[in-house]
């Protein structure tokens, strides 16, 4: 069964660097998305992103964040330079359509670390 | 921000017996899914209900959607250990295609 792949599973970074977590989502679908959820809180939606532009972003989706779709398989999301607060389960998620009962499928995440 | 409140927050059972789950909002939704998480992993899909009053059956789980689609309940019936994690309802506004609002989530536990 085609699955979202996420990797990797766990990055650790110091405080100020940048960060790209890496998405492969399943292959015929076209909207892709991320969200995350710091240990213990809900899972919060980020960013959605369809034919090369992103659709739809929340409020935690700041001038830090970047999403990119550099070839035909893999999603990606930079954090420019990290902070303590960035640490949290990154969740890559993809779907074929965003019609009335379309469903997401979530990759397994990527744990990150700030130090 | 469309809010969804899971409740409980946690329920412990022993095998055998049943349980349901609740999700609730003051605010319409166009779909919900319902995901099942284990700890370090991502959601997994159970189910997605669309219309009010909706009905669906996944072999011991049932999921009814809110005839004001604005509520939904998972129960299952004669848990297993198998069943234990922690369930999430996610809500899709109907003024958003792409955000799903998650709850928190209820942590459910099932001892043999």
């Known amino acids: 069964e085609p699955e979202v792949t996420q990797t990797p599973s766990h990055q650790v970074t110091q405080m100020g660097q940048e960060v790209i977590l890496r998405c492969v989502p399943i292959s015929n679908h076209l909207y892709f998305y991320w969200y995350r959820q710091i240990l213990g809180q809900k899972v919060e939606f980020l960013v959605s992103f369809y034919n090369n532009e992103i659709s739809e972003k929340s409020e935690i989706f700041d001038d830090q964040f970047s999403v990119e779709r550099p070839d035909g398989s893999n999603f990606t999301l930079k954090i420019r330079s990290t902070k303590l607060e960035d640490s949290a389960m990154y969740f890559c998620?993809?779907?074929?359509?965003?019609?009335?009962?379309?469903?997401?499928?979530f990759g397994p995440g990527t744990r990150l670390t700030v130090t | 921000t469309q809010l969804l409140e899971q409740s409980p927050q946690f329920l412990s059972i022993q095998e055998g017996e049943n349980l349901t789950v609740y999700c609730n909002s003051s605010s319409v939704f166009s779909s919900l899914q319902w995901y099942r998480q284990e700890p370090g992993e991502g959601p997994v899909l159970l189910v997605t209900v669309v219309t009010g009053g909706e009905v669906k059956k996944l072999k011991r789980l049932t999921f009814q959607f809110g005839d004001a689609r604005k509520d939904s309940s998972l129960h299952i019936t004669a848990a297993q250990p198998g069943d234990t994690g922690l369930y999430l309802c996610?809500?899709?506004?109907?003024?958003?295609?792409?955000?799903?609002?998650f709850g928190a989530g209820t942590q459910v536990v099932v001892t043999p």
């Open positions: 998620a993809s779907s074929k359509a965003q019609a009335l009962g379309y469903e997401q499928y």
């Open positions: 996610a809500g899709l506004s109907t003024d958003s295609w792409g955000k799903f609002q």
